[in-house]
Protein backbone atom coordinates (compact mmCIF):
# COMPACT_ATOMS: atom_id res chain seq x y z
CA UNK A 1 0.00 0.00 0.00
CA UNK A 2 3.11 2.57 0.84
CA UNK A 3 4.78 1.84 -2.10
CA UNK A 4 1.94 1.94 -4.36
CA UNK A 5 0.81 5.51 -2.76
CA UNK A 6 4.33 6.32 -3.30
CA UNK A 7 4.60 5.26 -7.09
CA UNK A 8 1.39 6.88 -8.03
CA UNK A 9 1.61 10.03 -6.82
CA UNK A 10 5.00 10.16 -8.45
CA UNK A 11 3.72 9.45 -11.63
CA UNK A 12 0.83 12.34 -10.94
CA UNK A 13 3.39 15.01 -10.09
CA UNK A 14 4.98 13.96 -13.39
CA UNK A 15 2.10 14.69 -15.53
CA UNK A 16 1.25 18.09 -13.43
CA UNK A 17 4.56 19.17 -14.30
CA UNK A 18 4.05 18.15 -18.01
CA UNK A 19 0.70 20.11 -18.10
CA UNK A 20 2.67 23.11 -16.57
CA UNK A 21 5.56 23.58 -19.10
CA UNK A 22 2.86 22.78 -21.63
CA UNK A 23 0.64 25.93 -20.34
CA UNK A 24 3.58 28.25 -20.21
CA UNK A 25 4.35 27.51 -24.09
CA UNK A 26 0.83 27.24 -25.13
CA UNK A 27 0.63 30.74 -23.34
CA UNK A 28 3.82 32.09 -24.97
CA UNK A 29 2.52 30.82 -28.69
CA UNK A 30 -0.91 32.61 -28.19
CA UNK A 31 0.88 35.87 -27.38
CA UNK A 32 2.92 35.76 -30.34
CA UNK A 33 0.18 35.03 -32.51
CA UNK A 34 -2.51 37.41 -31.32
CA UNK A 35 0.07 40.10 -31.00
CA UNK A 36 3.45 39.85 -32.72
CA UNK A 37 1.62 37.60 -36.06
CA UNK A 38 3.81 34.40 -35.25
CA UNK A 39 3.40 31.78 -32.26
CA UNK A 40 6.62 30.12 -32.84
CA UNK A 41 8.18 33.66 -31.89
CA UNK A 42 6.05 33.98 -28.53
CA UNK A 43 6.70 30.19 -27.69
CA UNK A 44 10.83 30.80 -28.11
CA UNK A 45 9.96 33.97 -25.52
CA UNK A 46 8.30 32.20 -23.26
CA UNK A 47 10.70 29.43 -22.85
CA UNK A 48 13.20 32.17 -22.33
CA UNK A 49 11.26 33.84 -20.16
CA UNK A 50 10.99 30.29 -18.32
CA UNK A 51 14.21 29.90 -18.24
CA UNK A 52 15.73 32.91 -16.80
CA UNK A 53 12.78 32.88 -14.05
CA UNK A 54 14.11 29.27 -12.95
CA UNK A 55 17.56 30.05 -13.06
CA UNK A 56 17.04 32.99 -10.33
CA UNK A 57 15.02 31.29 -8.10
CA UNK A 58 17.03 28.36 -7.90
CA UNK A 59 20.21 30.24 -7.14
CA UNK A 60 18.73 32.45 -4.49
CA UNK A 61 15.74 30.35 -3.32
CA UNK A 62 16.62 29.31 0.52
CA UNK A 63 17.56 32.81 1.40
CA UNK A 64 14.24 34.39 -0.27
CA UNK A 65 12.16 32.56 1.21
CA UNK A 66 13.79 32.38 4.68
CA UNK A 67 13.84 36.20 4.95
CA UNK A 68 10.30 36.22 3.84
CA UNK A 69 9.25 33.92 6.25
CA UNK A 70 11.84 35.55 9.18
CA UNK A 71 13.36 32.28 10.46
CA UNK A 72 16.89 32.60 11.78
CA UNK A 73 19.68 29.69 11.40
CA UNK A 74 20.08 28.15 14.46
CA UNK A 75 22.65 25.47 15.46
CA UNK A 76 23.61 22.13 17.49
CA UNK A 77 24.30 23.97 20.58
CA UNK A 78 21.07 26.35 20.13
CA UNK A 79 18.83 23.58 20.10
CA UNK A 80 20.34 19.81 20.36
CA UNK A 81 16.70 18.49 20.35
CA UNK A 82 15.73 19.35 17.37
CA UNK A 83 19.50 19.08 15.45
CA UNK A 84 19.13 15.79 16.97
CA UNK A 85 15.92 14.82 15.22
CA UNK A 86 16.70 16.22 12.13
CA UNK A 87 20.06 14.73 11.68
CA UNK A 88 18.15 11.04 12.84
CA UNK A 89 15.73 11.74 9.86
CA UNK A 90 18.41 13.17 7.69
CA UNK A 91 20.55 9.40 8.28
CA UNK A 92 17.37 7.71 8.06
CA UNK A 93 16.73 9.57 4.35
CA UNK A 94 19.98 9.58 3.44
CA UNK A 95 20.51 12.56 2.23
CA UNK A 96 22.79 15.53 4.16
CA UNK A 97 21.83 17.35 6.87
CA UNK A 98 20.23 20.64 6.07
CA UNK A 99 20.44 23.53 7.50
CA UNK A 100 18.00 23.94 10.56
CA UNK A 101 16.15 26.83 11.05
CA UNK A 102 13.44 28.57 13.43
CA UNK A 103 10.62 30.83 13.07
CA UNK A 104 9.61 32.58 16.12
CA UNK A 105 5.95 31.97 16.21
CA UNK A 106 3.40 30.19 18.74
CA UNK A 107 1.70 28.18 15.67
CA UNK A 108 3.10 25.10 15.20
CA UNK A 109 4.28 24.46 11.74
CA UNK A 110 7.24 23.34 9.74
CA UNK A 111 9.06 23.31 5.76
CA UNK A 112 11.48 22.32 3.84
CA UNK A 113 13.07 24.57 1.12
CA UNK A 114 16.48 24.68 -1.12
CA UNK A 115 17.83 23.86 -4.63
CA UNK A 116 18.32 19.73 -4.10
CA UNK A 117 19.53 17.35 -1.17
CA UNK A 118 23.10 19.30 -0.93
CA UNK A 119 21.82 23.00 -0.42
CA UNK A 120 18.44 21.97 1.48
CA UNK A 121 17.43 23.21 4.68
CA UNK A 122 14.57 22.55 7.17
CA UNK A 123 12.68 25.38 9.18
CA UNK A 124 9.95 24.64 11.89
CA UNK A 125 8.37 27.22 14.40
CA UNK A 126 9.06 27.99 17.76
CA UNK A 127 5.08 26.61 18.82
CA UNK A 128 5.81 23.28 17.07
CA UNK A 129 9.02 22.80 19.66
CA UNK A 130 6.43 23.56 22.50
CA UNK A 131 3.09 21.56 21.37
CA UNK A 132 4.26 18.05 20.10
CA UNK A 133 6.88 15.65 21.71
CA UNK A 134 9.27 13.57 20.16
CA UNK A 135 7.60 11.35 18.39
CA UNK A 136 5.20 13.78 16.82
CA UNK A 137 8.45 15.92 15.45
CA UNK A 138 9.93 13.10 14.28
CA UNK A 139 6.74 12.49 12.00
CA UNK A 140 6.95 15.94 10.80
CA UNK A 141 10.38 16.05 10.12
CA UNK A 142 10.30 12.96 8.81
CA UNK A 143 7.91 14.37 6.15
CA UNK A 144 10.11 17.52 5.51
CA UNK A 145 12.88 15.18 5.08
CA UNK A 146 11.19 13.45 2.34
CA UNK A 147 10.25 17.31 0.51
CA UNK A 148 14.16 17.03 0.31
CA UNK A 149 14.56 13.19 -0.28
CA UNK A 150 11.99 13.25 -3.24
CA UNK A 151 13.08 16.70 -4.53
CA UNK A 152 10.01 18.28 -3.67
CA UNK A 153 11.98 21.24 -2.99
CA UNK A 154 13.12 21.57 -6.29
CA UNK A 155 9.96 21.63 -8.11
CA UNK A 156 8.15 23.91 -6.07
CA UNK A 157 10.48 26.15 -6.73
CA UNK A 158 10.44 25.52 -10.71
CA UNK A 159 6.55 25.80 -10.23
CA UNK A 160 7.14 29.13 -8.85
CA UNK A 161 9.30 30.35 -11.31
CA UNK A 162 6.53 28.93 -14.11
CA UNK A 163 3.69 30.67 -12.48
CA UNK A 164 6.03 34.31 -12.66
CA UNK A 165 6.97 33.67 -16.43
CA UNK A 166 3.06 33.28 -16.69
CA UNK A 167 2.12 36.62 -14.81
CA UNK A 168 5.41 38.15 -16.32
CA UNK A 169 3.50 36.85 -20.54
CA UNK A 170 0.29 37.60 -19.47
CA UNK A 171 1.81 41.13 -18.40
CA UNK A 172 3.60 41.54 -21.82
CA UNK A 173 0.46 40.94 -23.09
CA UNK A 174 -1.78 43.42 -21.86
CA UNK A 175 0.98 45.92 -22.55
CA UNK A 176 0.74 44.98 -26.45
CA UNK A 177 -2.66 45.51 -26.14
CA UNK A 178 -3.21 48.66 -24.76
CA UNK A 179 -0.16 49.75 -27.08
CA UNK A 180 -2.24 48.96 -30.20
CA UNK A 181 -0.91 45.51 -30.87
CA UNK A 182 -2.28 42.41 -32.57
CA UNK A 183 -4.30 44.57 -35.31
CA UNK A 184 -2.31 43.48 -38.05
CA UNK A 185 -3.89 39.77 -37.62
CA UNK A 186 -7.37 41.72 -38.07
CA UNK A 187 -6.93 43.15 -41.11
CA UNK A 188 -6.45 39.45 -42.92
CA UNK A 189 -9.81 38.15 -41.65
CA UNK A 190 -11.89 38.29 -44.99
CA UNK A 191 -8.92 36.12 -46.61
CA UNK A 192 -9.13 32.61 -47.17
CA UNK A 193 -9.18 30.77 -43.61
CA UNK A 194 -10.55 34.22 -41.90
CA UNK A 195 -12.94 32.26 -39.89
CA UNK A 196 -10.43 30.24 -38.29
CA UNK A 197 -8.08 32.80 -37.66
CA UNK A 198 -11.28 34.44 -35.75
CA UNK A 199 -11.38 31.35 -33.41
CA UNK A 200 -7.72 30.76 -33.40
CA UNK A 201 -7.45 34.65 -32.26
CA UNK A 202 -10.57 34.02 -29.59
CA UNK A 203 -9.06 31.28 -28.43
CA UNK A 204 -5.62 32.75 -27.64
CA UNK A 205 -7.07 35.64 -26.00
CA UNK A 206 -8.75 33.77 -23.77
CA UNK A 207 -5.92 31.50 -23.01
CA UNK A 208 -4.06 34.86 -22.00
CA UNK A 209 -6.35 36.25 -19.90
CA UNK A 210 -7.08 32.60 -18.14
CA UNK A 211 -3.75 31.66 -17.72
CA UNK A 212 -2.88 33.12 -14.66
CA UNK A 213 -5.95 31.15 -12.89
CA UNK A 214 -4.67 27.56 -15.08
CA UNK A 215 -1.12 28.01 -13.70
CA UNK A 216 -2.27 28.69 -10.14
CA UNK A 217 -4.20 25.03 -9.84
CA UNK A 218 -1.79 23.56 -11.19
CA UNK A 219 0.62 24.90 -8.70
CA UNK A 220 -2.22 24.08 -6.14
CA UNK A 221 -2.59 20.74 -7.34
CA UNK A 222 1.34 19.90 -7.46
CA UNK A 223 1.63 20.83 -4.11
CA UNK A 224 -1.01 19.10 -3.12
CA UNK A 225 0.08 15.95 -4.26
CA UNK A 226 3.40 16.25 -3.01
CA UNK A 227 1.91 16.67 0.37
CA UNK A 228 0.40 13.68 0.28
CA UNK A 229 4.06 11.66 -1.08
CA UNK A 230 5.54 13.11 1.69
CA UNK A 231 3.10 11.82 4.30
CA UNK A 232 3.86 8.14 2.84
CA UNK A 233 7.58 8.99 2.98
CA UNK A 234 7.46 9.72 6.24
CA UNK A 235 6.02 6.67 7.61
CA UNK A 236 8.75 5.13 5.45
CA UNK A 237 11.71 6.74 7.18
CA UNK A 238 10.03 6.88 10.54
CA UNK A 239 8.03 3.52 10.38
CA UNK A 240 5.60 4.93 12.92
CA UNK A 241 2.26 6.21 11.07
CA UNK A 242 0.81 7.66 14.85
CA UNK A 243 3.60 10.52 15.52
CA UNK A 244 2.70 12.04 11.97
CA UNK A 245 -1.12 11.82 12.47
CA UNK A 246 -1.05 13.21 16.11
CA UNK A 247 1.36 15.86 15.05
CA UNK A 248 -1.40 16.67 12.18
CA UNK A 249 -4.11 16.62 14.36
CA UNK A 250 -2.28 19.25 16.97
CA UNK A 251 -1.16 21.56 13.79
CA UNK A 252 -4.93 21.51 12.67
CA UNK A 253 -6.65 22.58 15.83
CA UNK A 254 -3.89 25.84 16.11
CA UNK A 255 -4.71 29.33 15.66
CA UNK A 256 -2.84 30.86 12.32
CA UNK A 257 0.68 32.05 12.14
CA UNK A 258 1.65 35.29 12.19
CA UNK A 259 4.77 35.23 10.28
CA UNK A 260 4.22 33.27 6.95
CA UNK A 261 4.58 34.49 4.03
CA UNK A 262 1.52 34.04 1.58
CA UNK A 263 3.22 33.50 -1.36
CA UNK A 264 5.47 30.53 0.58
CA UNK A 265 2.16 28.98 2.14
CA UNK A 266 2.40 25.62 0.14
CA UNK A 267 5.87 25.18 1.41
CA UNK A 268 4.60 24.66 4.43
CA UNK A 269 2.63 21.10 6.27
CA UNK A 270 0.06 22.85 6.79
CA UNK A 271 -1.62 25.86 6.18
CA UNK A 272 -0.57 28.14 7.87
CA UNK A 273 -2.81 30.95 7.35
CA UNK A 274 -5.96 28.92 8.39
CA UNK A 275 -7.79 29.75 4.95
CA UNK A 276 -11.82 29.51 5.11
CA UNK A 277 -12.68 26.61 2.69
CA UNK A 278 -14.62 27.39 -0.47
CA UNK A 279 -16.92 25.53 -2.43
CA UNK A 280 -14.65 24.01 -4.39
CA UNK A 281 -10.52 22.63 -2.91
CA UNK A 282 -9.25 23.52 -6.82
CA UNK A 283 -7.19 27.04 -4.86
CA UNK A 284 -6.47 24.60 -1.48
CA UNK A 285 -2.37 25.01 -1.06
CA UNK A 286 -3.14 21.82 0.88
CA UNK A 287 -4.47 18.48 1.30
CA UNK A 288 -7.83 18.40 3.98
CA UNK A 289 -6.04 17.17 6.68
CA UNK A 290 -8.96 14.74 7.52
CA UNK A 291 -7.48 12.99 4.30
CA UNK A 292 -4.57 13.17 5.05
CA UNK A 293 -4.89 11.71 8.39
CA UNK A 294 -7.17 8.67 6.95
CA UNK A 295 -4.54 7.57 4.38
CA UNK A 296 -2.07 7.69 7.45
CA UNK A 297 -4.75 5.52 9.27
CA UNK A 298 -4.54 2.85 6.37
CA UNK A 299 -0.98 2.45 6.53
Not at 262 to 280: E, M, Q, V, W
Amino acid sequence: MLFEQIARNKRRTVYVMIGFSLLVLFIGGALGYVFYDSAISGIVMAAVVAAVYMGLMISQSTSVVMRMNHAHEVSEADQPELWHIVEDMAMVGKVPMPKVYIIDDESPNAFATGNDPKHASVAVTSGIMKRLNREELEGVLGHEISHIRNYDIRLQTIALALSAAISMLVNIGMRSFWWGGGRRRSNNNNSEGGNMQIVLLIASIVLIILGPLAASIAQMALSRNREYLADASSVELTRNPQGLITALEKISSSDPMKEADPTSSALYISDPLKRKKGFSHLFDTHPPIEDRIERLKKM
